[in-house]
């Protein structure tokens, strides 16, 4: 199984190749927030406990998360890998993600950060704003906040892979199609050096 984090801050473009990546390489797209809202939705138990969570203005906690991420992966066993999109967002989830994936034989195969400087992440999401309607996209003291809060948050998990040897930046800037070509070459050396340790 090919399991990919893919990190990158507010508008660094992670919708736009998560898409292609899934379609290249046969992934399922695992979303944190379209799982709540899909087990929201199916009323499960887990979607119930998260909702009423939500309605207080609490956080969901990490284990109602992994347990939804386990019926995801449970759900699709003959998948071709996962793609995470928004999780793991810290250090803790990124253990419990690891040991999730671990009952069912597989790993975190990479973690690929799309860089971009935040002066390119302001514009971007400006830009965005005027066309999406997004509110959070049209203030720029918001949006430098968010771009602050993403870079202080996440860094940790990202040591936390490069640990692992597991970490790979990618320029985030130019053109989709240049973009994409630099994730699938790292997706394909690694995919090779794993052919050669078997």
Known sequence: MLNIVLFGPPGAGKGTQS??????????????????????????????????????GVLVPDEVVIGMISNKVQENKAAGGFIF???????????GLDKLLLDYGTEISCMIALKVDDEELTKRLLLRG????????????????????????TTPVADYYAGQGKFFAV????????????????????????????
């Open 19 to 56: 898409q292609k990546l899934i379609d290249k390489y046969n992934l399922i797209h695992l979303s944190t927030g379209d799982l709540l809202r899909s087990e929201i939705a199916a009323g499960t138990e887990l979607g119930l406990k998260a909702k009423s969570l939500m309605d207080n």
């Open 85 to 95: 999109d928004g999780f793991p967002r810290t250090v803790p989830q990124a253990q």
């Open 130 to 153: 005027k066309t999406s309607g997004r509110p959070d996209d049209q203030n720029e003291e918001l949006i430098r906040k968010r771009v602050e809060e993403y870079n202080t948050k």
């Open 171 to 198: 320029d985030g800037i130019g053109e989709i199609e240049e973009i994409f070509s630099a994730i699938c070459e790292q997706i394909d050396s690694l995919k090779a050096e794993k052919k050669e340790d078997k």
